[in-house]
């Protein structure tokens, strides 16, 4: 005997009436649960005598618990542009009546005659590009042919953020703790200058170096940074995660920073060369110019001298003594031959230097090379055995190199380590870029948009980059 299964058909209808749409003379009602989308589609085909009303789905329902009753409709005009009803409604509850207006918050807030996706639409356009209030309210015009104002774009856009930036980033931590991302203990920290309203301020950021999690990022006032707040971010900022090394550049005040919080410290091999370039390249770019001087001197006197060629063209021997203006003019060539002999010695030395100059520095170079700390450390040396032969600055830079090379070699001691700082110089550039970054006229509005550019790049390079690494093991 076959089982007999309970019918499902009436919990269908009643699931259905909650979608419910229905007609009468030139009036379409609408359940308030029917997609707007639905709605505005019927507002665009429909004859402009036709009336709609929204009504609470819970009218269909026979057994709702507070037994609605209809008590007329109030108007609304849909993004102030076409008109809707929404019914009203009376029902008792112990001993009183009370009223209410069907509510459509899925679609448009109360007391607001912009949908949310209008309302919404500015910070979803953020998250592809840049654009002006007075331009992102022109799109919304030229899109939906409305009449939205750039004040209501920047309203409705700071009400989103302070809605869907939380709620982004709750969910972007949510799936990050799912897939089980863990912090690495290597950690990037840097910061950088904005100005804001001819105000400066600074923005101190720490970014795992392996999963390229933002652990921490954040504005403050120029007066507030010092070297407390540096380590009190980073105390802040690392409680509860694992702690290993900290990269970063070669500011002073980092070495005594990341010793005092129980951290070994990596300097980042890109600004210590930067260090050194700043000297060389002003040496080099005056033995450039020294360099084109003479060529162009040389230059000069080869022309004056074919011109005084031309001036007694003697074709057999030397001419007579008593010639005096020709005896003048093979005096004159001589004097410029010299000068240019000069100026070629003068070129030759300073071609020297300036190849020796770029040796040294390759040479330097090769030493954040090395794989392991004993052949940096004689790398070093050998080049401070000709301290004689180095220009002085050379010198001075090995010396004081020297002093840190435990934190400009820690990577020979842990392959894992990068050398350089560049991936928080990179997450500045995706985030916050310098053709935005004078832009903006409060902390507020720069903040949203950092933390908007933050949530692509955990979506991008922190989810998605380890989905990747995932699918390739």
Known sequence: ???????????????????????????????????????????????????????????????????????GRTKIKLNKKHEIYKQTYYYYSKNSIKYITTMIPQYIKKYCCYTLDIQNYRFMQGKIFYASYENTADLINEKNDLNITRQSVYLYEREACKINLVKKEQELWKTINKLEIKPSGKYHYDEEYIKINKEVYVRLSLIDAHTRIIINDILITRDQFNKEYIKSFLITSLTGFPLDTIITDGYNAYPQIIDEIGAKHQLCRFHIMEN???????????????????????????????????????????????????????????????ENSEYKQKLSKHNNEKTQILYYKERIKKIF?????????????????????????????????????????????????????????????????????????????????????????????????????????
């Open 1 to 71: 005997m076959k089982s007999q299964k309970s019918p499902t058909i009436i919990n269908c209808v009643e699931e259905l009436k909650k979608f419910c749409i229905c007609g009468s003379g030139k009036n379409l009602y609408i359940s308030n649960l029917m997609p707007l989308k639905i709605v505005e589609s019927f507002i665009d085909i429909m004859d402009e005598e036709m009336e709609i009303t929204i009504f609470d789905y819970r009218e269909m329902i026979e057994d709702n618990s507070i037994n609605l009753k209809k008590n």
């Open 276 to 338: 050194l370039m700043k000297p060389i390249n002003k040496r080099i770019n005056t033995l450039e110019r020294k360099i084109k001087n003479h060529k162009k001197k040389i230059e000069e006197n080869n022309q004056k001298i074919q011109k005084l060629k031309t001036q007694y063209p003697y074709k057999h021997g030397r001419p007579p003594k008593k010639d005096k203006k020709a005896q003048k003019n093979i005096k004159n060539r001589k004097n410029l031959k010299r």
């Open 369 to 473: 090379d090395v794989k392991s700390y004993k052949t940096g450390i004689n790398k070093i040396n050998k080049l401070l055995d000709k301290k004689d032969e180095l220009p002085k600055f050379i010198t001075d830079f090995l010396k004081n190199l020297l002093k840190k090379i435990e934190k400009a070699l820690a990577f020979t001691k842990d392959e894992s380590l990068p050398k350089t700082n560049n991936l928080v110089e990179l997450f500045y550039k995706v985030t916050f870029p310098g053709k935005i970054k004078r832009i903006y006229r409060t902390v507020e509005g720069a903040m949203n948009r950092i933390r908007l550019n933050n949530i692509k790049w955990m979506e991008k390079n922190v989810i998605e980059r380890h989905m990747k690494i995932m699918e390739n093991q």
